[in-house]
Structures are given as C-alpha cells and as structure tokens.
C-alpha cells in the first residue's frame, strides 16, 4: 500500500530535550515536505527537499533542521523543543515538486512543556 | 483521533444538497491551485487541481472554479453526502517549489 508513515503519533517532551520525528514514504517519491498546523494559523511549511541531500526552508524553519540521506526517509529534528513548537506536524511527499499530488502522513501532535 | 481544532469558517448543508466552499488566493503570479480535503484524525487528502490557464476543472460529483481577475477559487460538491464532512483547504504555488495553504473551511453535512 502506498503510504507515509510518521513516527511517534504522539509525544510529550520537556523544554530543551532533543528529539525527532521520522517521516518515511514507500512510492519512491523524489519531493518530501514537513508543514505544522496550529488554530488559526493553517497549514505552514517547515523545510523540503527536493531530492536526496537537497533540503531547503519553508516559511517557518527556525527551531528545526532535517535531513535527506536517503530518497524514502525524511526526519524532522527539533534540536532544543520549545513551548511553541508544540503543534501538529505532518509529512507529505509527492513525485516531483509542490505542483504535483502530495500525499499526507497521518500526523504527529506535539506537546512541549 | 487527532482533530483539527481550528476555528474555521462552517458551511453546513443538508445531505443531498450541493456544496460550494470559496477560497481566496494571494498571489496572483500563483499558477497551479489544489483543493484538500482533511477528515478528522487524518492528514490532508488530494481531491483535485487546476492549473491557471484553466477557468473550470470537473471530478466526480466535484469542480473546481478559477477566477483570476477576482483571485477566487471556489470548489463544488454535487449531493453531498455525510462522507464529505471534513475540513477543505485550497492551496497555491506560484511556479516555486512550495504550497502555500489557505486557513480552511468546516463542511458539516445534516442527515
């Protein structure tokens, strides 16, 4: 079955604490992208890549980083999580660039205390 | 299950009537539009596209509409049906690599 994955589903982490959230798609899709969606605020865009070990920022990357090592995995790594990056994060990819049929993860809610 | 939570504009229509859901756009160098649809729990689901060089683009029992002079896209769903109730987001790219996402609208289908 064609799918993005994303782990955890859910995690409460405190201030400061590394953590990362994995983001895996099994269609051999060459565009991945991470969005948060917060009340009010929409769907906003954290980083994409458009390739293997080509990643660049979206409208709201500060406080994260990613990786693109390989073409099916695209980890979201918050360094220090701060309170207002508590939301709910998703995945997507598509075969080429945003233009074409993202598809969607199932989501990661966020919690920093 | 994960829920949106927003505070979004509500469309709320009886089961078998048509639904129109409106979406203004910002960016009138946008060229390509997408309409998603997001069922509570889940992530955002592709329901159709239009590319700026079009005015009206059909699906099954869905059409979207594109007015460039007015920077309006509009999405109509025949008979709606209680499958339909969801959260519709339209979305725009402007010849980048990026989509830019709309805030959404509640569609709540009455039995």
């Known amino acids: 079955e064609a799918q993005v994955t994303q782990n955890p589903r859910y995690l409460i982490t405190v201030t400061g604490k590394k953590l990362t959230v994995t983001c895996s798609q099994n269609?051999?899709?060459?565009?991945m992208s991470w969005y948060r969606q917060d009340p009010g605020l929409g769907l906003r865009q954290i980083y994409y890549s458009m390739n293997v070990e080509v990643t660049d920022k979206g409208d709201v990357p500060e406080g994260y980083k990613v990786s693109r090592k390989e073409k099916r995995n695209f980890p979201l790594i918050l360094e220090s999580p701060s309170p207002n990056q508590t939301s709910l994060y998703f995945c997507?990819?598509?075969?080429?660039?945003?233009?074409?049929?993202?598809?969607f993860g199932p989501g990661t809610r966020l919690t920093v205390t | 299950g994960e829920s949106v939570g927003l505070h979004l504009p509500t469309l709320s229509v009886q089961e078998g009537d048509n639904s129109i859901i409106n979406c203004a756009y910002s960016?009138?160098?946008?060229?390509?539009f997408i309409w998603y649809k997001q069922e509570s729990g889940k992530g955002p689901q592709f329901i159709i596209d239009?590319?700026?060089?079009?005015d009206k683009r059909q699906g099954q029992r869905v059409t979207v509409l594109l007015n460039k002079t007015v920077k309006h896209l509009s999405l109509q769903i025949a008979a709606t049906q209680p499958g339909d109730s969801a959260v519709y987001f339209c979305a725009e790219n402007n010849a980048g690599n990026m989509l830019t996402f709309g805030g959404g609208t509640r569609l709540m289908v009455k039995p």
């Open positions: 269609m051999n899709h060459e565009y």
């Open positions: 997507a990819s598509s075969m080429t660039v945003a233009s074409y049929e993202q598809y």
């Open positions: 239009i590319r700026s060089n079009m």
């Open positions: 960016n009138s160098a946008s060229d390509y």
